[in-house]
């Protein structure tokens, strides 16, 4: 299972494709751990999910704020299941719970869901909207 980054991916806004390419390197990196079965990478991996979900979450709602962004609520909805998901593997790995392979394999599949639908639809539909206000992008405010 693999993603590359490439146009598709890019919203257009440079501080968050920044932050989502690492997160497309990380993926690479947690799906080879994920097929030779390599826990401590793995381990490693969700200790940078956690930090990642929070700084890039909120850099991230922090625009759609700054931009009264109309569907602020829902795209918030998805960041706190992401956060809750990857809160409930962090705990497990914490405390040496058992984690199988399926667990990882779902983890997995869930991420890469993460990169194909939400960064390619809903975040991008967070610069489409503030394109439509005119003028170029920017990470602080820029109201309609
Ligand atoms: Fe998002």
């Avoid at 990380?26 to 381990?43: H, I, N, Y």
């Avoid at 990882?104 to 394109?131: P, S």
Wanted: charged share 30%; glycine share 6%; with cysteine.
């Amino acid at each position: 299972m693999e993603v590359q980054w490439n146009d598709d991916l890019a919203i257009g806004i440079g501080i968050i494709d920044d932050q989502h390419k690492k997160l497309v390197e990380r993926f690479a990196g947690f799906s080879r751990a994920v097929d030779e079965g390599d826990m401590r990478r793995l381990e490693e991996t969700v200790n940078y999910l956690v930090g990642y979900a929070i700084q890039h979450f909120g850099a991230e709602e922090l625009i759609m704020i700054r931009n009264c962004y109309d569907q602020f609520d829902q795209h918030r909805d998805e960041h706190s299941w992401f956060i809750k998901k990857v809160f409930g593997v962090y705990c497990l790995l914490a405390k040496n719970a058992p984690f199988s392979p399926e667990e990882a394999g779902e983890l997995r599949d869930m991420l890469y869901n993460w990169i194909v639908d939400h960064i390619m639809v809903k975040d991008k539909r967070i610069a489409v909207t503030l394109n439509s206000f005119g003028g170029p992008l920017h990470a602080e405010a820029k109201r309609p």
